[in-house]
């Protein structure tokens, strides 16, 4: 069946560092990729997205690569800072199954001055 | 942008009582609303997708007589959890399909004792 699996938090890092979140998936269709985040106390979030194979989803500062050999979609941002700090969720969405979504267990980021 | 206002944010009740949350699109007409629950260090799992004026859709595993699911109206849609029990305590999420996307309520963390 269709799945996200998501690197375990939780994470914390310092101001300006480089950040990866890794994730990858199983899909039996052509999923579409996608990155939440939740700030406290406020609801889900699309952070970026990727419909297809190669795309790179990309939004403040945060970038994801599809890729379908690897079937990865990991979250990278070359220098996090304290408002960073969140839960993020990796998910994916197959057209065919009602483009119900599948999410990952979430990780969460503090990003400490 | 598309809104869902969702309440309440925290919950504590007895077990064998009931509890109601509500999830309200404020600035668009959410005919479609999917219900989540996420257990701790798991993912979000999907409960049920209800369609405005129609029945509810309950995934597998997820009883339908426990989790009531109401969308009466184009802008309303309500899970109750009926007789609670300790292990339905969890976080639960709705979200809407707008457009081309999806929005998410901020989440209801509800603790049975």
């Known amino acids: 069946g269709d799945s996200v699996t998501q690197m375990e938090g939780p994470v914390t890092l310092s101001e300006e560092a480089f950040l990866t979140i890794n994730c990858t998936y199983t899909?039996?269709?052509?999923?579409?990729l996608f990155w939440y985040v939740q700030y406290p106390g406020e609801g889900l979030q699309l952070l970026l997205k990727a419909t297809k194979a190669d795309d790179k989803g990309s939004n403040k500062g945060f970038e994801a690569t599809y890729r379908k050999e690897t079937t990865s979609f990991h979250l990278e941002k070359g220098s996090v800072q304290v408002s960073d700090s969140a839960v993020y969720f990796c998910a994916l969405s197959v057209f065919n199954t009602g483009n119900q979504f599948y999410f990952g267990t979430g990780t969460s980021l503090t990003v400490i001055p | 942008g598309a809104v869902v206002s969702q309440h309440p944010s925290r919950v504590i009740c007895k077990s064998g009582t009931s509890v109601k949350i509500e999830c309200r699109s404020l600035d668009f007409q959410a005919t479609t609303m999917f219900w989540y629950r996420q257990f701790p260090k798991q993912s979000l799992m999907l409960m049920a997708t209800?369609?405005?004026?129609?029945?509810?859709?309950?995934e597998q595993g997820v009883e339908k007589d426990k989790f009531l699911i109401n969308h009466a109206s184009l802008t309303l849609s309500t899970l109750t959890v009926t007789s609670a029990h300790p292990e339905d305590s969890s976080f639960y999420i709705c979200?809407?399909?707008?457009?081309?996307?999806?929005?998410f309520g901020s989440g209801t963390r509800l603790t049975v004792v």
């Open positions: 899909a039996t269709g052509y999923p579409s």
């Open positions: 979200s809407a399909r707008y457009g081309g996307g999806y929005t």
């Open positions: 209800s369609n405005e004026g129609s029945k509810a859709t309950y």
